[in-house]
């Protein structure tokens, strides 16, 4: 009985350590850096309109599969739409 206690013991250790792990890691991506409002939907792709001409809209993130991602610190990427870039988005936890 006590064998098979920590046998589980164990493996929900290691579980929970794998869990965390993962946790914890940023995925990264290139895309373009584009206003809100440039943003063009084309058969449930998006793609940034280098030719749109209002800036008044937050910038997002349009990565390289046409998926929007919004941006937490708008300070950091004020005047830089229209810029290809790199970035990584935090692991939720």
């Known amino acids: 009985m006590k064998r098979i206690i920590c046998l589980l ?8 350590s794998l869990f965390a792990e993962d946790v914890g890691k940023a995925t990264e991506m290139t895309g373009w850096l584009c206003n809100n409002k440039s943003v063009a939907q084309t058969a449930g792709h998006a793609a940034c309109d280098q030719n749109c001409a209002d800036k008044t809209g937050d910038v997002v993130m349009v990565d390289d599969q046409g998926r929007v991602f919004k941006i937490a610190n708008q300070d950091k990427v004020k005047g830089l739409a229209g810029k290809k870039a790199k970035m990584k988005q935090a692991g939720e936890g």
């Open 9 to 16: 013991v164990a493996v929900l250790g290691l579980g929970i």
